[in-house]
């Protein structure tokens, strides 16, 4: 039963005239995949705040997305847990003090797995994730650490970082959401219980904090936290994200769709867990690649790469 006065809408078309209704302050971008660049876009076209909870807008259209928002006086918050780490640890200097950031990484359920091992995941294994809960798609993309790749990529455009500014940590614990490392040498950290309220509260309330219902950190129990370096040859999805930073233009909207693509494909059982990266790799590499692609152009290769890898073969 819905209240007097409400509107219920659906469909795409309706998501754009919702996400750009002057009334509206603050718009939470929370739809999965590329799917979730058209509202977006249309908040940020508005001038809006938009609260960015959605990873593939940056991945896909990163460069047009951060440069409307210039134009247009809108702002992007992220939602991320590791990104809203990172915007909250930057308030500690000014964006030329900073040397780098370092974001952290659960490592996923098979971090400590041989890669004979990972030959033989099912995806069963892969949904069954430690740390956080969550849809199935960023479930395995935390498993082959393409979850990781996509936030080296959202990283870059959020924060206007360059390749060698952005490392990646294994964090089991995921207490640590992610540092930022100052000129002078010092490293700003933000912690909490993993728990998504708290990204989400502050992309709402920023630039102002609120006492909220949220879990706390209890500093009467012993616990430790570890770091140690991510495996790259294990975990070759890591290294995609990098060179998607590196050479930037259509990369990313490519790889973003390859990877929906090769998920699906793994959970519906035609493709193993390792074949994804390997996939994803073989896409890009064949792809016309542009450096000042238009939107257009983005919408065509990431139908384009779903496509390429429906009839990838091993």
Known sequence: HMPEGTELSFGADEVERMASLPEVETVVCGIVGAAGLRGTWAAVEAGKRVALANKETLVVAGPLVVERAKQRGAELIPV???????????????????K?????????PFRNWSKEQLEQVTPEQALAHPTWR?????????ATLMN??????????????????IEVVIHPQSIIHSFVEFVDGSVIAQLSPPDMKLPIQYA????????????????LQPFQLSFEPPDRDRFPALELGFEVVRRGGTTGAVLNAANETAVARF???????????????????????????SLETLFRLDRWAREELTQWKP
């Open 134 to 142: 969550m849809g199935k798609k960023i479930t395995i993309d935390s």
């Open 80 to 98: 991320d847990s590791e990104h809203s780490a990172i915007f909250q640890a930057l308030r500690s200097g000014n964006r030329s003090e900073v």
């Open 148 to 165: 990781k790749a996509l936030e080296v990529i959202e990283a870059k455009w959020l924060f206007g970082l360059e390749a060698d500014q």
């Open 204 to 219: 709402l309330t920023y630039p102002e904090r609120i006492s909220g219902d949220l879990p706390r950190m209890d500093w």
């Open 100 to 108: 780098r950031i370092v974001l952290t990484a659960s490592g996923g």
């Open 267 to 293: 959970l519906a059982g035609e493709l193993r867990f390792v074949d994804i990266p390997r996939a994803c790799r073989e896409v890009l590499s064949h792809h016309n690649y542009e450096t000042h692609p």
